[in-house]
């Protein structure tokens, strides 16, 4: 069974970058099955894929176009976990961010973390 | 983007009575829909997958049906704990999007 375990700040100022990890059990980051996903969501924009990180024998992104110039996420194999990093962000970033996994819809998610930005 | 908007806003029901609610796409995604609940504080929950496969541990009152642009999940006789807001998900196309969700509330 897998289980993800999110940690990170709750609070950034705008124009800094919001940094959030997703560690795994019960499964590998560099499983060749996998995908391993960040999912926002805020009152005003719903829940909202963000990307995906996944190994195929070498290592893969997607992101959503209206963060792509701003985002960043990455594995961490000697940790088993995974990484997201947005820049620049604004109050409109204020959401409650998940990772969760899957390659189509999203079996398993974290518990959350909600990030507030606000100088 | 495929828009997905779901119907209605929010439904009120009564425990024990049949809840049916509606997920349409804007253009046709064939089966790949995914249905998910999500209770006040919690991360979303796996309902369904392909439009109509219940996920591992999913009770049978959970049903969903439809393929193409018309999606519906039925729940056939509410107990107390599936009072939530619901959500689908279509995974045919890129980016991956959701619903605005239907919250069913207790009549």
């Known amino acids: 069974q897998v289980q993800l375990q999110q940690s990170g700040p709750g609070l950034v100022k705008p124009s800094q970058s919001l940094s959030l990890t997703c560690a795994i059990s019960?499964?590998?980051?560099?499983?060749?099955?996998?995908?391993w996903n960040w999912i926002r969501q805020s009152p005003s924009r719903g829940l909202e894929w963000l990307g995906r990180?996944?190994?195929?024998?070498?290592?893969?992104?997607d992101y959503a176009v209206s963060v792509k110039s701003r985002i960043s996420i990455n594995p961490d194999t000697s940790k088993n976990q995974f990484s997201l990093q947005l820049n620049s962000v604004t109050p409109e970033d204020t959401a409650i961010y998940y990772c969760?996994?899957?390659?189509?819809?999203?079996?398993?998610w974290g518990k959350g973390t909600t990030v507030t930005v606000s100088s | 983007e495929i828009v997905m908007t779901q119907s209605p806003a929010t439904l009120s029901v009564s425990p024990g009575e049949r809840a049916s609610l509606s997920c349409r796409a804007s253009?046709?995604?064939?089966?790949?829909l995914a249905w998910y609940q999500q209770k006040p504080g919690q991360a979303p929950r796996l309902l369904i997958y392909?439009?109509?496969t219940r996920a591992t541990g999913i009770p049978p009152r959970f049903s969903g049906s439809g393929s193409g642009t018309e999606f519906t999940l039925t729940i056939s006789s509410l107990q107390s704990e599936d009072f939530a807001v619901y959500y689908c998900?279509?995974?045919?196309?890129?980016?991956?999007?959701f619903g605005q969700g239907t919250k069913v509330e207790i009549k």
């Open positions: 990180t996944y190994y195929r024998s070498k290592w893969y992104n």
């Open positions: 392909g439009a109509s």
């Open positions: 969760a996994t899957g390659n189509y819809y999203m079996d398993v």
């Open positions: 253009q046709s995604i064939s089966i790949y």
């Open positions: 998900q279509q995974y045919d196309n890129w980016p991956r999007t």
């Open positions: 019960g499964d590998s980051v560099s499983s060749n099955s996998a995908a």
